[in-house]
T-cell receptor, first 116, second 109 residues
Framework: EAQVTQNPRYLITVTGKKLTVTCSQN?????MSWYRQDPGLGLRQIYY???????DKGDVPEGYKVSRKEKRNFPLILESPSPNQTSLYFC???????????????FGQGTRLTVV | KNEVEQSPQNLTAQEGEFITINCSYS?????LHWLQQHPGGGIVSLFM???GKKKHGRLIATINIQEKHSSLHITASHPRDSAVYIC???????????FGTGTSLTVIP
């Protein structure tokens, strides 16, 4: 079954304690991305990756890091979490976009993060 | 300025009603995506369309590329259709998605 798996689903942590949210896909997709979803603001892109070792910033990258050492995995790292990073996070993947030929996006189940 | 505008923001309907959610966008696109998010759940892709109309069960999506407008219709709505519906379009390079803020639908039995 084609899927994007995020872990953990729920996480409560304290300010400053480093954490990693994992994301894995089984579809051999080149493109992976991270989003955060906040009430009234909708989904906003944090980082994306076009392929292994190729990552770039989205709209709201401050306070986040990512890595893409393997094609299937794209972890999101919060080195020093702060309360304003409390949010619902989604990982997504899709086959590489070719101009004029879009591809379906697959989303993970989400990670609800609370930073106190 | 939002690249993608959705309306309405909130919608309450009686079971069995015909529902329409609208999406307008300002960027040139190759396709538009309709997504569904159930309360507490993940996001599921419903449709990806670049022209005309697509149908899946009771859901129908249409797009007018010239007018930069898409609609999602639900026929014979059911309480299990209660969810947030989000439209999204890719940027020209495909590196980003521009998302609407979503339409929260509640279908009352």
């Amino acid at each position: 079954e084609a899927q994007v798996t995020q872990n953990p689903r729920y996480l409560i942590t304290v300010t400053g304690k480093k954490l990693t949210v994992t994301c894995s896909q089984n579809m051999n997709h080149e493109y992976m991305s991270w989003y955060r979803q906040d009430p009234g603001l909708g989904l906003r892109q944090i980082y994306y990756s076009m392929n292994v070792e190729v990552t770039d910033k989205g709209d709201v990258p401050e306070g986040y890091k990512v890595s893409r050492k393997e094609k299937r995995n794209f972890p999101l790292i919060l080195e020093s979490p702060s309360p304003n990073q409390t949010s619902l996070y989604f990982c997504a993947s899709r086959a590489l976009y070719v101009s004029g030929l879009d591809t379906e996006a697959f989303f993970g189940q989400g990670t609800r993060l609370t930073v106190v | 300025k939002n690249e993608v505008e959705q309306s309405p923001q909130n919608l309450t309907a009686q079971e069995g009603e015909f529902i329409t959610i609208n999406c307008s966008y300002s960027v040139g696109i190759s396709a538009l995506h309709w997504l569904q998010q159930h309360p507490g759940g993940g996001i599921v892709s419903l449709f990806m369309l670049s022209s005309g109309k697509k149908k899946h069960g009771r859901l129908i999506a249409t797009i007018n590329i010239q007018e930069k407008h898409s609609s999602l219709h639900i026929t014979a709505s059911h309480p299990r259709d209660s969810a947030v519906y989000i439209c999204a379009v890719p940027s020209n390079t495909g590196n980003q998605f521009y998302f609407g803020t979503g339409t929260s639908l509640t279908v009352i039995p």
